[in-house]
C-alpha cells in the first residue's frame, strides 16, 4: 500500500509549538536569568544632555564605594582602541564617550560592582562636568544655517548632512509629470518609534582569563554576524569568541546591532578576569537603543483622467541621530525604501533621500520591517487613498485599477525590483468580501448623514522579505546566505541546527515541519537548536522576516541532500536500483511493490550500521542557501473607524486583514506573526512615538510616556488568506514576521482620514493621537 | 532601577505609626500601597531616611455608614471601591472612578488614601473627592483634624498634610435627598494618567439642583474644584442651556498646560464635553437613585 | 532584615535590605526566575505574581512588605507534570510566542478565572490590560483563557483529564 499514513506535523499543519513546553512552566532562558559563579554586575552612566563638551569626569567617589571593583570612562577604553566602533552603516559610534557626548542617554561611564544595587549606588556617585551645547533635533535644525556640528571628530565632516541617495529615473519621472492630469501631494512624516521587545537588551561576557576564550551570552538576533563584528572590533581571533543567544523576550529589530554596553562588559571582563553581567533598564533601552523610523517624506502621485497612475516622485529627510547606525545589508543607503511604488503598475519613479546627524539616539533598526520598506509602504499606500479622495474614486477600485496584475509577475518595478509572485486583486477582493464592502459603504454613508465621524481604510501592501541574494546584501561584506545543519541519529531521530535566532517566532516547531516534511521524521523527533555559534553553522540571524524565506529553504534544501543519501542506502537495503526506489514521506519503497520499503529511521541506523561498500558513515549534512531573489509578500488590510467628536478619540470597530505570504508551513505560528504585527501596526498608528524637546530631551523614554497598546484597546482581528507561492523558494513559501507591521498603519490611519475627508482634512501625522484629531476638528468648525 | 538604600518599619497599629512619625519627622516617609512611592523611590526621586509601611496594619479599610456619614478608610484599596456594588447612589461615582485608575494589578495594591495623599493633579480621587465635597479626616500623635477636600491640594504633589500625619479616613455627609455622580476620563490607554477627567456630582430636590460639585483632573498644578460652574447649577432646573453654562465655566476653570497630551485648548474642551456628559449622566443616576 | 513569605506553598525566607524589591528577591534570592522584568516604571505587568491570590506587581512592592504573607509565581501554576488549564490553554490556542509577559498573563488568567468562572471577552481584555504583550496581538491569549475556563468547566463535570506538554527542561 502506498497511501501515506499520517505523518505528525508536516508543512501546513498547525502543530502546537515544541518550545512552549519552558516557557509555560517559567522555565525559559533568558539573559537575565543565567548566573555565573563570581560574576560581577555593571551599570552605565549616562548623558542627561543632548550635546555637551564632557570638561572632566570625577569617579573617584564612585571607586571607593562599597562592592566596586572598577569604573570604566571613554578614556579607558580610548586606552584600548575601544573608545570607538564601527556602525553597519559604514561609520562609526562612540563606546564611552571621549569628547563629546551627542544624544541624551549617550554612554558615559560604566561602573562593575559585586551586585547591582551596588552598581547603581556607585554609578549615581560620578560627576561629570558639562558645557551643554545647543542640540539639534530635526533634519530641518540639522539642515539650518549656523547648526551646531555634531560630528566635529569626523575628518571632512563640515556640516550635519550625512548622505544623498537616488533611484529610479528622473528624466522618465519629470517627463510623465508634466503631461499628468492630476499631481497629488502627501506631506507627512513617520515619526520615530521604538521596537521596544518586552525584554530589554544585556550581555554576560565571560572572560577566561587562562584560555582568553570570551564567552558572551546576548540578546542577539545575529550572534555570527555579532561574532564577526566583534573580532573585527577587538581584533580578538575568532575562533576565541563564542557568542550565545539564549531565549530571546522579542526582539523586533531591537537585537540586531552591537551596542556600547556589550563593548565595556567584554572589555571589562577581559581586565577583570571575572563574568560581567549587563542588563539594560527599560529607560536605557528606550533612549539608547535601536529606534526606527524617523522619515520625513514627501510624495506625489501623477495620475491620468482615466484614473490610471503614471508616475512617482518621492523625497525624504532622514533624521539619523547621532550616528549613522542603520541596521540593514543593503547598498542602499535609504534601505529597501525605493520598492515605494508598491503593488502598483507605476510605470516611473524617482526617489531621493538624504541622511542628517541629530542629537538624538542613533539606529535606524528594521522595526518588525524589512529595511525601511515600512515607511514605503505607509507612503504610497497614504497616497492612493488620498488621491482617491481627491479625485472622487472609490479607494478599492482605484487601487485594483492600477494593481500590477498577476499575469504581470515576475514584474520589475520602476525602480529595479523584480517581484516574484503576488494575486493583488484575489487578496483585495477576499478583504472586501469579509467587511461586506458595499454594504459598509452605505453603512457609514447613512451614520454620516445622523452626523456620525466614522470612515473606512484600505491598504494593499507589498513586502520585501528574506534578505537576500548576496550580490545586492551583505554585513561588512557578510553574504546574506543562511544556513542549516541537519544530523540524523542512529535511531531516526535527528538535530537541527541553523544561523537563524527565533525571538519568539517559533523556529523550533516551524523548522522542524520542514524536515518531517522533507525527510518523513516526525516533528517530535526533531530537536531544533539556534544561537550558539561554537556549534551552530554560520548563518546571518533573524531579522527582516528572513528566517523561512533564506534558512527555511537552507532547511529543505539540507533534507534534500540527506534524502538523497538515504535513497542510496535504500537502493542497498532494498537491492533495487535508486530509479526504481518511489519516496514517500517517511519511506521509500520499491516501484510497484510497495511492501518492500524501508522507512527513514531504518535507512538512519542504516546509515550508522550497514553501508553500502566505500560509502561514508552517517546522514548528515549542512547547506547554505543564498537565494536567487527577495520574496515579496502581499495582502489587503481594511479597517473601519469610528471617531468621537467631543475628545477627538478613534475607535477602531473593525479591522480585518488578509494576508498572501505564500505557503504556510504552520498556519497557526503565522496567524500569530500577523497578530503581532497588526498589533504593533495599531501601536504605531495610535500611541508609540519617541520624541523630543527643542533641548533634544527624550519624551517616550519608558512605558509610563512610550505607549505600548494593552489586549483593552487592541483590535479583534478578522483574517483571512490567499495562498500564491514564491515560484523560486524551495517550498514556496515566502516569510510573514513584518507584513503587518508594513501594511497595517496606513489601513489605520487611512480609515481616520476618509472619517475625516468630508471636512476636507488630507493628512494626521501618526501617532494619531485624539489631540490631533481633535484640533483637525476644531479647525473645520467640527465639535460636540 | 533600585531604590537608594532606607530603614523600614511595618507598625502594627496607627498609634505606633503616629509615634514613629512623631520622632522621625521630615526623615520618614509614610507607605500605604506603594503604588505611587515605590517607583519614586526607584527613580530616586524620593530618597527618605525611613520607610513607615502603613499597608500591612490592621483597620481603615472599606466603606461604612454611621452618624450621618457615610466614611471610606484611608486604606481602602482602589479594586475593593472597583467592586462596591452596593454603595449608596449619593457614590455611584465612587466604582466607575476607580475603574478607570492606572490597571487592574495596581488597583489589587493602590489605596484611595494613598492617591489623595500623594496629591498628583493627573490623579483620579483627587477630583472624586472635591466633586463630593468630603472631608478629609488626619491622625497625628497630637491627635485628629478634619480638613475639607477643597483645602487640601496645595501644589504639585503637595497637601496640608503635615510629616506627622496621617490620613486616616475620607467622609461625606450622607444625603437623603436623590444625589448621583458621574466620572469621565480620556486616557491614551489603560495604566496611562488621564490626559483630561472630570468628576459630576448632582442632589437634586424637587427638580432643582440643590448641591453640584464639579472637580478637574490633569489640567492645573492640582486637582481643581470648579466652583462657578457648581455655583451656576445650584437652584436651577438642570436643562440643556443651564448644562452648558455650566459646562462653559468649568473650562474656563481649568489651567491646562500644552504638552504631549495635547494643547491647552483641546484639553479645556475636552473639559466643557465631559461636563456636560457627565452632567447628563449624574442627573439620570440621581434620578434613579436609591438613598 | 528578615523575610519570610510563602512562595508556591512552601515556607521561604531570607535577609534582605529593605529597599529589595520583591521580584529581586525571587528570582535572585530564591532562583525563580520565571517572573520577569520588562519594564521600570510598573507600566507591563511581566513581573506579575500573585499576592494572597491577587496579582500584583512584584517590581512595585518590597520583599519586607509581603513578610508572611502567599505568592504564587509562575513556576507554583503546575501540579507536576500536568500543566494548570492556564498553562494547557496557552499551549493549545498558541497564548505565547517568545513566552516573556507569559508568566503574568497566564497568573492574572489563573486569578480572573479564580473570581470569575466565566468571564465574557471584554472581562478577559480588562483583566489582562495591566500586562503588556508585544508578540502575539493579545487574540490568542483571550482565547488560552477562554479555552482554560471552559476546560474547568468541564472538568467541574467530570473526573480531570491531565494534560501533558512533553519536554520540559
Ligand atoms: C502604572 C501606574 C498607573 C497609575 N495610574 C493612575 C491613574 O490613572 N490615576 C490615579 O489616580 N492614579 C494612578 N496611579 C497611582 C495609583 O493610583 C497609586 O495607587 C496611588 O496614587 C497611591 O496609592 P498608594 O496606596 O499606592 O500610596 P503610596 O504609594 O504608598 O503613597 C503615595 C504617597 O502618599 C503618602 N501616603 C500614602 N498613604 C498615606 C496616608 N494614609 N496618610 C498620609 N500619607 C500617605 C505616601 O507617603 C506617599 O507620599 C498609577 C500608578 C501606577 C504605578
Ligand atoms: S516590570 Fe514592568 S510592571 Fe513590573
Ligand atoms: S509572548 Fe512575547 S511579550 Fe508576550
Not at chain 2, 500605604?32 to 515605590?38: K, P, W
Request: proline letters at 5%; aromatic letters at 6%.
Amino acid at each position: 500500500m502506498s497511501t501515506a499514513t499520517h505523518m505528525h506535523g508536516r508543512i501546513g499543519e498547525s502543530i502546537k509549538r515544541k518550545e512552549d513546553a519552558r516557557f509555560l512552566r517559567g522555565k525559559g532562558n533568558y539573559l537575565d536569568d543565567f548566573v555565573l559563579s563570581n560574576m560581577l554586575q555593571m551599570a552605565i552612566l549616562r548623558s542627561p544632555h543632548a550635546h555637551a563638551r564632557i570638561k572632566s569626569i570625577d569617579t573617584s567617589a564612585a571607586g571607593s564605594m562599597p562592592g566596586v571593583i572598577a569604573v570604566v570612562t571613554g578614556e579607558l577604553m580610548a586606552q584600548h582602541k575601544l573608545a570607538w566602533m564601527p556602525t553597519l552603516s559604514g561609520d562609526t559610534q562612540a563606546v564611552l564617550a571621549t569628547d563629546k557626548v551627542r544624544f541624551q542617554g549617550q554612554e558615559v561611564a560604566a561602573v562593575i560592582a559585586e551586585t547591582k544595587y551596588q552598581a547603581e549606588d556607585a554609578r549615581d556617585a560620578i560627576i561629570v562636568d558639562y558645557e551643554v551645547l545647543p542640540a539639534v533635533t530635526s533634519p530641518d535644525g540639522a539642515k539650518s544655517a549656523g547648526a551646531p556640528l555634531i560630528r566635529d571628530e569626523k575628518e571632512g565632516q563640515k556640516d550635519n548632512h550625512i548622505y544623498h541617495w537616488e533611484s529610479g529615473n528622473q528624466a522618465t519621472t519629470q517627463a510623465a509629470f508634466a503631461t499628468a492630469h492630476k499631481v497629488v501631494r502627501l506631506h507627512t512624516f513617520y515619526p520615530r518609534c521604538h521596537p521596544a521587545p518586552l525584554e530589554t537588551c544585556g550581555c554576560i561576557a565571560d572572560v577566561n582569563s587562562a584560555t582568553g576564550k570570551a564567552t558572551i551570552y546576548m540578546t542577539s538576533q545575529a550572534p555570527h554576524a555579532i561574532r564577526t563584528v566583534f573580532a573585527l572590533v577587538t581584533g580578538l581571533p575568532e575562533q576565541q569568541i563564542r557568542i550565545i543567544s539564549p531565549d530571546i523576550g522579542g526582539g523586533f529589530g531591537n537585537k540586531v546591532p552591537v551596542y556600547p554596553g556589550y563593548v565595556v562588559a567584554t572589555a571589562a571582563s577581559l581586565l577583570i578576569g571575572r563574568p560581567v553581567k549587563w542588563v539594560e533598564d527599560r529607560n536605557e533601552n528606550l533612549i539608547s537603543t535601536g529606534f526606527a523610523r524617523d522619515y520625513h517624506m514627501t510624495g506625489d502621485l501623477a495620475v491620468d483622467e482615466k484614473g490610471k497612475m503614471l508616475a512617482l516622485r518621492v523625497h525624504l529627510d532622514s533624521d539619523n541621530g547621532a550616528f549613522f547606525a542603520d541596521a540593514q545589508p543593503s547598498k542602499f543607503k535609504a534601505g529597501l525604501f525605493h520598492i515605494v511604488t508598491g503593488s502598483y503598475d507605476i510605470p516611473t519613479a524617482h526617489v531621493t533621500a538624504d541622511g542628517y546627524y541629530t542629537n538624538k539616539a542613533p539606529g535606524g533598526v528594521a522595526y518588525r520591517c524589512s529595511f525601511r520598506v515600512t515607511e514605503a509602504s505607509y507612503l504610497i499606500e497614504r497616497l492612493v487613498t488620498n488621491a482617491a479622495i481627491e479625485l472622487g474614486l472609490d479607494q478599492a477600485e482605484f487601487r485594483k485599477q492600477n494593481f500590477i496584475k498577476p499575469e504581470q509577475f515576475p514584474y520589475t518595478s520602476a525602480t529595479g525590483w523584480v517581484y516574484d509572485s503576488g494575486d493583488y486583486p484575489k487578496a483585495m477582493d477576499v478583504a472586501l468580501e469579509k467587511l461586506g464592502y458595499a454594504e459598509l459603504l452605505n453603512d457609514v454613508e447613512r451614520r454620516r448623514k445622523q452626523g456620525e465621524v466614522t470612515g473606512i481604510g484600505i491598504a494593499s501592501f507589498t513586502e520585501v522579505v528574506g534578505a537576500g541574494h548576496g550580490a545586492d546584501f551583505d554585513i561588512l561584506g557578510l553574504r546574506m546566505f543562511d544556513s542549516a545543519e541537519l544530523r540524523v541519529h542512529p535511531t531516526g531521530k535527528a538535530l537541527l541546527r541553523m544561523g537563524t535566532k527565533s525571538q519568539g517566532q517559533g523556529h523550533e516547531t516551524t523548522f522542524a515541519q520542514i524536515v518531517t516534511e522533507e525527510l518523513g521524521i516526525p516533528a517530535a523527533d526533531i530537536a531544533v537548536e539556534e544561537g550558539d555559534t561554537d556549534t551552530a553553522p554560520y548563518g546571518l540571524g533573524t531579522y527582516a522576516s528572513r528566517s523561512t524565506p533564506v534558512a527555511g529553504a537552507a532547511t529543505a534544501m539540507v533534507s534534500r541532500k540527506l534524502r538523497d543519501k538515504a535513497r542510496k542506502i535504500a537502493s542497498h537495503l532494498l537491492e533495487a536500483a535508486e530509479e526504481d526506489l518511489e519516496w514517500e514521506v517517511g519511506r521509500f519503497y520499491v516501484k510497484g511493490s510497495p511492501d518492500r520499503s524501508k522507512t527513514i529511521q531504518e535507512i538512519a541506523f542504516a546509515a550508522y550500521t550497514n553501508l553500502p561498500e566505500g560509502m561514508e558513515a552517517g546522514l548528515e549534512g549542512v547547506h547554505y542557501y543564498d537565494p536567487p531573489n527577495m520574496t515579496y509578500p502581499f495582502g489587503t488590510y481594511a479597517v473601519v473607524v469610528d471617531i468621537d467628536k467631543g475628545t477627538g478619540q478613534v475607535k477602531v470597530r473593525r479591522m480585518v486583514a488578509v494576508d498572501d505570504c505564500g505557503v504556510r508551513i504552520n498556519p497557526m505560528i503565522v496567524e500569530g506573526q500577523i497578530h503581532g504585527g497588526l498589533t504593533e501596526g495599531f501601536g504605531i498608528a495610535f500611541m508609540e512615538l519617541i520624541t523630543f524637546d527643542s533641548d533634544g530631551n527624550c519624551i517616550g523614554s519608558n512605558f509610563m510616556d512610550y505607549l505600548l497598546p494593552t489586549a483593552w484597546e487592541t483590535p479583534r482581528f478578522e483574517m483571512g488568506e490567499t495562498v500564491t507561492p514564491s515560484p523560486h523558494h524551495p517550498l514556496g513559501a515566502k516569510g510573514v514576521g513584518e507584513s503587518a507591521t508594513v501594511g497595517s498603519p496606513a489601513a489605520y490611519v487611512n480609515a481616520v482620514i476618509d472619517a475625516l475627508s468630508p471636512y476636507g482634512i488630507t493628512n494626521i501625522d501618526m501617532p494619531v493621537g485624539p489631540d490631533k484629531v481633535w484640533a483637525a476638528l476644531r479647525s473645520k468648525g467640527v465639535t460636540e | 532601577m533600585f531604590p537608594a538604600a532606607f530603614d523600614y518599619r511595618a507598625p502594627a497599629s496607627l498609634d505606633e505609626a503616629l509615634g514613629l512619625l512623631a520622632q522621625q519627622g521630615d526623615a520618614a516617609k509614610v507607605m500605604a500601597g506603594g503604588q505611587s512611592l515605590i517607583p519614586l523611590l526607584k527613580l530616586r526621586f524620593a530618597q527618605p531616611g525611613m520607610v513607615v509601611d502603613i499597608g500591612r496594619m490592621r483597620g481603615l479599610t472599606g466603606v461604612s455608614r454611621n452618624d450621618g456619614w457615610i466614611t471610606i478608610g484611608a486604606l481602602t484599596r482602589h479594586v475593593d471601591l472597583e467592586r462596591s456594588y452596593d454603595l449608596p447612589g449619593q457614590l455611584s461615582m465612587l466604582p466607575e472612578a476607580a475603574h478607570w485608575i492606572a490597571d487592574p494589578l495596581v488597583r489589587n495594591q493602590g489605596t484611595i488614601g494613598g492617591s489623595i495623599c500623594h496629591a498628583d493633579p493627573s490623579g483620579d480621587w483627587g477630583s472624586v473627592v472635591l466633586a463630593l465635597g468630603a472631608d478629609l479626616v488626619a491622625r497625628s500623635a497630637n491627635g485628629e483634624r478634619v480638613i475639607h477636600a477643597a483645602d487640601f491640594f496645595q501644589g504639585p504633589f503637595t497637601t496640608a498634610l503635615g510629616p506627622d500625619e496621617i490620613l486616616t479616613e475620607i467622609r461625606v455627609a450622607s444625603s437623603s435627598k436623590p444625589a448621583g455622580g458621574a466620572y469621565n476620563k480620556l486616557e491614551r490607554k489603560v495604566g496611562d494618567f488621564a490626559t483630561v477627567a472630570v468628576a459630576v456630582q448632582v442632589e437634586l430636590d424637587g427638580g432643582k439642583v440643590s448641591r453640584a460639585g464639579i472637580g478637574l483632573t490633569s489640567v492645573g498644578a492640582t486637582n481643581i474644584k470648579a466652583t462657578e460652574a457648581e455655583k451656576s447649577l445650584v437652584g436651577r432646573e438642570p436643562n440643556d442651556a443651564v448644562i452648558a453654562e455650566a459646562a462653559r465655566l468649568a473650562a474656563a476653570a481649568a489651567e491646562p498646560k500644552t504638552d504631549v497630551r495635547g494643547s491647552a485648548e483641546f484639553k479645556r474642551d475636552v473639559v466643557r464635553v465631559f461636563v456636560q456628559r457627565g452632567l447628563k449622566t449624574a442627573l439620570a443616576r440621581a434620578k434613579e437613585a436609591r438613598v | 532584615m528578615k523575610v519570610s513569605m510563602k512562595v508556591n506553598g512552601a515556607e521561604r525566607s531570607g535577609d534582605v535590605e529593605p529597599r529589595v524589591l520583591l521580584v529581586d528577591f525571587l528570582r535572585t534570592n530564591l532562583a525563580q526566575t520565571g517572573t520577569h522584568i520588562g519594564c521600570d516604571t510598573s507600566s507591563c505587568g511581566a513581573c506579575t505574581v500573585l499576592l494572597d491570590g491577587e496579582p500584583v506587581k512584584s517590581c512595585t512592592l518590597l520583599a519586607v512588605q509581603v513578610d508572611g504573607r502567599s505568592i504564587t509565581t509562575v513556576e507554583g501554576l503546575a501540579n507536576g507534570a500536568t500543566l494548570s488549564p492556564i498553562q494547557a490553554g496557552f499551549h493549545e490556542e498558541h497564548g505565547l510566542q517568545c513566552g516573556f509577559c507569559t508568566p503574568g498573563m497566564m497568573l492574572v488568567g489563573t486569578a480572573l478565572l479564580e473570581r470569575n468562572p466565566e468571564p465574557t471577552e471584554d472581562e478577559i481584555r480588562w483583566a489582562i490590560s495591566g500586562n503588556i504583550c508585544r508578540c502575539t496581538g493579545y487574540m490568542n491569549i483571550v482565547k488560552a483563557i477562554q479555552h482554560a475556563a471552559k476546560a474547568q468547566a468541564a472538568a467541574q463535570a467530570k473526573v480531570p483529564e491531565a494534560v501533558v506538554v512533553a519536554g520540559g527542561e
